[in-house]
């Protein structure tokens, strides 16, 4: 689906991670920043990131920390974790209107947006104050 926004943000953040490395395709491995890994061997690495069920998931093998990647993108970097966010919800409902998009947030109580016939108004509104200046530009011209 949007896997290929995910793995340019496993990237980023591998940027961020101490020892960070792409063992094979959907396979990183890095030192846990969870726990901060093994404090007597500074090359241990135990932290991955691998894909399940079409999800990238988070795995430590020495503290057992274990969440999605999306969570772990969110502890290391909120920006990031944002600009994710929002380049995935493109992706999703790049063929949809904004309105059609937020249709299951206001379905759910979570967003309400004005009226179809309040924005007609708004807009019509904004279009008769604009009316007369081009009217005017118009007949200037002639
Ligand atoms: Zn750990």
Redesign the pocket.
């Known amino acids: 689906m949007s896997a290929w926004i995910d793995v340019k943000y496993i990237r980023f953040l591998g940027v961020y991670l101490n020892l960070f490395k792409e063992k094979q395709q959907n396979l990183w491995n890095f030192r846990?920043?969870?726990?901060?890994?093994s404090t007597s061997d500074a090359t241990k690495c135990?932290?991955y990131i691998y894909l399940y069920n079409n999800t990238y998931l988070y795995k430590?093998?020495?503290?057992?920390?274990s969440r999605p990647f999306v969570s772990l993108l969110y502890i290391i970097s909120p920006e990031l974790h944002k600009q994710h966010k929002m380049e995935v919800f493109k992706e999703n409902h790049g063929g949809k209107s904004i309105r059609a998009a937020l249709e299951p947030l206001v379905q759910r109580g979570l967003v309400t947006l004005p009226s179809r016939s309040i924005l007609k108004d708004r807009i019509s509104a904004v279009e008769t104050l604009g009316k007369p200046v081009s009217e005017m530009v118009i007949e200037n011209r002639r």
């Open positions: 846990c920043p969870i726990c901060g890994d135990r932290g430590c093998q020495r503290c057992g920390d």
